[in-house]
């Protein structure tokens, strides 16, 4: 990233609770934060959603769908045969395949769409802004064009709590 | 949560930083390998390459090899293949059912739990495989368009249905497995010195870094994966129990085995996570991150697990009575309870109902090696439970000409020691090469029950 950029640096989770409180006070908000494990105040505060829940829901929908057309197609239109007597259309036993497959379609799809959406793949190389940000600091990044006004408080308040690095 | 921070007490000891938590974690990756490593792995390795000399007996001369006849068709492969699915079920169960219940002593344990299941799925899948007969035509089971008609498979069939399970078991648990090592992948990626190491983890850590974007997705990620993965861990044992329950064997063909088997599977998957949670926390002295009180939760839950187990043996017990089915009786009475499996019967009822009662103790729960006996004692127990199962309940079934006796071969017993090399050397790499705790789920919970800095803020955080 050639942007001109500053961090915010904070060694616990309180402290950056604080200054992101007070800098949303302001009406300020940092471009990015980067923490250790996740920070439910940070999640919410930064106002992202996601919707990978809803995703997998309509994952979950078209499988069971397509899992149990197919099994019915194999069983009562392509290759009929009787087993023990059941009816072709042995629905109660399609039940127990289907729940496992969709799981498992569930499961592959959206750890696919996590992996698109939050751009995290294999060799991937890390935009890292300051690299203690996944070991033990919690780390505020400021990359967008701020007045000198606004740079200034939000400098300010992160100072009260931790330290600027630029 | 109420539960967390006021009853349970800090769960790390020793009032760490959160640097000092990666790092103590770290250590074992960064360490030279100590010589008890090599020289436990030149064991299992041995172990695993009796077990394949037995495995390429099997394949060059067939399944006459073992011990099994036209009576008991089932032998060693069966039991050794719900054992080790039992344990499997461990992981999952450990981390999904803790998880829905916010129970965050979990951290701790949570990543040993999952890497012991997916390599005990491991050695469970390769039991219905040898058993087919002609492996190199497993592909047969896939339901794909062939030339063979096209013969499609049989969805009415439990064995089919467990084929599926087992499939979706083995790529869910690894990936969820996987997935939660991302970040910690991350940390050694940031704080190692090596270039190589560096590169290597830095490779698996996906590109990971913490943003707030990707802790957002992530948890929405492990919140689809634990929900359907809850669903997934009784879904598939109560699928393995069908293999028995759907047939009309007497001792199987009962309505009690899918719930029986999905507690027993957790029954014996937390006996193997007390075993290599007190051996983890003995050679690599984590005892800041496993507490004792780690160690006592377990224990608790399996007291409970082992009333429940003792009630499952005693239904089955008074239904055989009860039903009136002179099959079913003499099947429990005469075969089991006392007849010529008595001994695996009452070596299954004391080391799973009686024994684990100890539990409630606290002088037993607190002595570490008393505890590492009894969670082996109930591996064992869970492994005769499986042969009672499987053995007794076809050698003497409806017609007593057809009854026979079994003993497996060496070569059965030999695949089995080479599923034991497998998981020991799969569980040695772990404890090398993986960090063997959630290193950012650790420090998420590192702050409770510690002096606050700023007394002030006295939000609780989730």
Known sequence: ?166 | MIYKTEIRGPLINGDKSLAQISRDIIAPIDAKTPVWWFAAMAVSLGMLGFGLYCIYLTLAYGIGGWGLNNTIGWGWAIVNFVWWIGIGHAGTAFSIFLLILRQQWRTAINRAAEAMTVVAVMCAGLFPLLHMGRPWLFFYIFPYPNTRGPLWVNFNSPLFWDFVAITAYILISASFWYFGMVPDFATIRDTAKSKIKKAIYGFFAFGWTGSSKEWLRYEGLSFVLGGIAAVLVVSVHSIVSTDFAVSVIPGWHTTIFPPYFVIGAIFSGFAMVLTLVTVMRGLYRMHDYVTDSHIDAVCRVLIFISLIMGTAYMTEIFMAWYSGSIYEFSIIFNSRMFGDFAFQFWAMFIANAVVPQLFWFKAVRKRIWIVFIISIIINIGMWFERFNIVITSLSRDYLPANWADYSPSWIEVGIFIGTLGLFISGVLLFFRFIPMIAISEVKSVAKFNKPRVSASNSSHHE
């Open chain 1, 1 to 166: 990233m050639n942007k001109k950029y500053f961090t915010g640096v904070f060694s616990d989770e309180d402290s950056l609770v604080a200054a992101f409180g007070k800098l949303k006070e302001k009406g300020l908000k940092p471009d990015e934060v980067y923490t250790p494990y996740p920070v439910h105040e940070i999640l919410d505060g930064m106002g992202n959603k996601t919707r990978i829940s809803h995703a997998a829901f309509f994952f979950g929908l078209f499988s069971t769908i397509g899992l149990i057309g197919f099994m019915y197609y194999v069983s009562v239109i392509d290759w009929p045969l009787h087993f023990g007597g059941k009816p072709f259309n042995a629905f109660p036993s399609f039940i127990v395949v289907n729940i496992v497959a969709t799981i498992l379609v569930i499961t592959i799809l959206t750890l696919f769409t996590f992996s698109v959406r939050a751009k995290i793949f294999p060799g991937k190389e890390p935009e890292i802004f300051h690299p203690q940000a996944t070991d033990d600091k919690f780390v505020m990044l400021f990359s967008s064009e701020f007045s000198k006004e606004k740079e200034d408080m939000i400098v300010q308040i992160v100072k009260e709590h931790g330290a600027i690095e630029k």
